[in-house]
């Protein structure tokens, strides 16, 4: 069993910056990949960023490449995403996720096997 509980999240203007921090409880995080998910307001869930279990392995959707940096710290179980210069389409609930069986590429909700509650990114323009 894994809990995870997210942080970080607030308002920002455009072209800010914010780090998200993903707090995970148990032993095993550090065998599990994880990764960065949002939802914006009225739309589905969507995958922006994963990353293996020893770090490596890290993927990023177009809309964030440049910008976002998924990172994870083994020893503190904890997983992070920095967000800069970001943008309004940015606003949204960000999610962390935790998923064994992720190798590279697009992390798939329904293979998503433990969810954090999530937390609340507005940019502002």
């Known amino acids: 069993q894994v809990q995870l509980v997210e942080s970080g999240g607030g308002l920002v203007q455009a072209g800010g910056s914010l780090r998200l921090s993903c707090a995970a409880s148990g032993r095993t995080f550090s065998t599990y990949a994880m990764g960065w998910f949002r939802q914006p307001p009225g739309k589905e869930r969507e995958f922006v960023a994963g990353i293996g279990w020893s770090g490596g392995n890290i993927y990023y959707v177009d809309s964030v490449k440049g910008r976002f940096t998924i990172s994870r710290d083994n020893a503190k179980n904890t997983v992070y995403l920095q967000m800069n210069s970001l943008k309004p389409e940015d606003t949204a609930v960000y999610y962390c996720?935790?998923?064994?069986?992720?190798?590279?590429?697009?992390?798939?909700?329904?293979?998503?096997?433990?969810w954090g509650q999530g937390t609340q990114v507005t940019v502002s323009s």
């Open positions: 996720a935790a998923d064994r069986d992720y190798g590279l590429g697009i992390m798939y909700p329904s293979e998503v096997d433990y």
